[in-house]
């Protein structure tokens, strides 16, 4: 079976990563963890984005060569991935050589082929800020912002790549794949832009404006515009990997899906002769007090200082919790907070305490075997089976914020079960009928709480792997076989206790 090949969008290295970044990382993760628990064989990409305009003047900014600029935030970038519990296969530079190569030999194909051709470029240009301006940056009066500086008409020879004819493909091609893009309603704002004749694109820019980035093949006075580089980035971390090919999903955020991911990447491929990959799931923002969380709006949050407060698992329980994918969603400190206390240390920490704290004083730290089989016993069961089904469906769809809300549902009705029995009530019985109420109890407790830290495995990973471990859970074949109601846990051994959630210490 080919591999389930997922990526995400490469992040620019103009800034550090901030929790927009953090998040896409984080969902990419949970949908590649899903998928290996449902037996895929998953390839997981994801990487840096590091040439163009923006990088070569934050790294003359800095007064260094934007090579050593670009390894520095890369390695940032980077370094972030194992703090996240990203579990990437690949890490690709869009300065590697394995990368140069593939867009030059992309780029002479095409032109071989004759889908660039050289013509006149006219536009508005600001020395200032070294970029072409359009229409939609004027003022209303007509004139140019004060921050363009000095603006010139400039008439020079580019390359264009033809897009225009080939927007009926495009139109008939996400016309007969409805599903391509997700959620849905993107692909009608797609469909929606395309209604409009497409403008051929302008990918090379002349090397005395741009030295940073890669020459093109058939003519090395110029280099190749950024999102021609970076878009090939899917194809050319794999390109010595034959059977990956084409990507099964890209994960990115709406404001790089029309026209880069829409437009020019279904396009590019079907001209080179390639197969299209299997959809684009599309999220939204991370905003604060409203507007997008970015480094040039000046609000972005480290996502380390969440992680080195709270730990990884409770961040990324957070980002997918709180996220409908497809829409956007404000971070505070507060909501997480409320989630972090409420769920994480209340619901699922104190679960985790009573279970392993009640075995130990009532049953010697060995789980029993449960004895009766009552109503109580069997709603568990049940609200178990549905709350399976439910969740494991909604993460096919991606729509995990949910799933979390009903595994949570679960968890509280685990602790409603034992404010019910009140095991430490029937430990006080000298009935036998209570004493096996009692282990039936400790039984089915346990089993519920195996049960519900199993399904949280791609969301946290880690804090999953420590409750089985106090748990005493022995190793299940395959996720559907954890995922099972059982007995397996009859006899074994409970730790004393997991701090998961401490109280954050209060902020001074
Ligand atoms: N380099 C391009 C992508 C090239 S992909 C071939 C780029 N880089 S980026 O650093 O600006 O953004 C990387 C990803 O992070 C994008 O998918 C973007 O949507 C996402 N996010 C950046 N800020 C975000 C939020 N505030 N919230 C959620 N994700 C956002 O675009």
Known sequence: ???????????????????????????????????????????????????????????????????????????????????????NDD??????????????KVLQDLYDRGEIYKAEYRGFYSTR??????????????????????VTEIVEPNYFFKLRAHQDWLIEFLTKNENFIFPKYRQKQVLEFLREPLNDLCISRPRERLEWGIPLPFDEAYVTYVWFDALLNYLSAVSSSPGLWPADRHV??????????????????HVAGLPLPGGLIVHGWWTMSGSKMSKSTGNALNPLDFVSE????????????????GQDSDFSREQFLVRYTGDLANDLGNLVNRTLNMTGRFAAGTIPAPEIDAEPEKEVRALWEKTRGEYLALFEGYQFHTAL?????????????????????????????????????????AEALRLATAALRPVMPASADKIMAVLGAPPSASWSDELAWGTRL?????????????RPAPKV
């Open 252 to 269: 990115i955020g709406k404001d790089i899906l029309v026209p880069p991911h829409a437009v020019y990447w279904p396009i590019i491929l």
């Open 310 to 325: 709270f730990g990884a698992d409770a961040f990324r329980y957070f980002l997918i919790r709180e996220m409908n994918v």
């Open 490 to 502: 009859t006899g074994s051994k409970v730790a004393e206790a997991l701090v998961l959630f401490p």
């Open 1 to 87: 079976m080919k591999p389930f090949y997922i990526t995400t969008a490469i992040d620019y290295v103009n800034g550090s990563p901030h929790i927009g970044h953090a998040y896409e990382k984080v969902l990419t993760d949970v949908i590649a963890r899903f998928r290996r628990l449902q037996g895929d064989n998953v390839y997981f990409l994801t990487g840096t984005d590091e040439h163009g305009q923006k990088v070569q003047q934050s790294a003359r900014k800095q007064g260094v060569a934007p090579q050593e600029f670009v390894d520095k935030v890369s390695a940032e970038f980077r370094a972030l991935l194992p703090l996240l519990e990203i579990s």
């Open 129 to 150: 800020q070294e970029q072409f301006l359009q229409e939609k940056d004027r003022l209303p009066d007509g004139s140019w912002p004060e921050l363009f500086g000095e």
């Open 91 to 104: 890490f690709i530079r869009t300065t590697e050589d394995r990368h140069k190569k593939v867009v030059r």
């Open 405 to 445: 809300e009903r595994l949570f549902v679960f968890i509280k009705s685990i602790n409603a079960y034992i404010e019910k029995l009140a095991p430490w009530k029937l430990g006080k019985s000298t009935e036998p009928a209570d004493a096996a109420r009692l282990r039936t109890s400790l039984a089915t407790m």
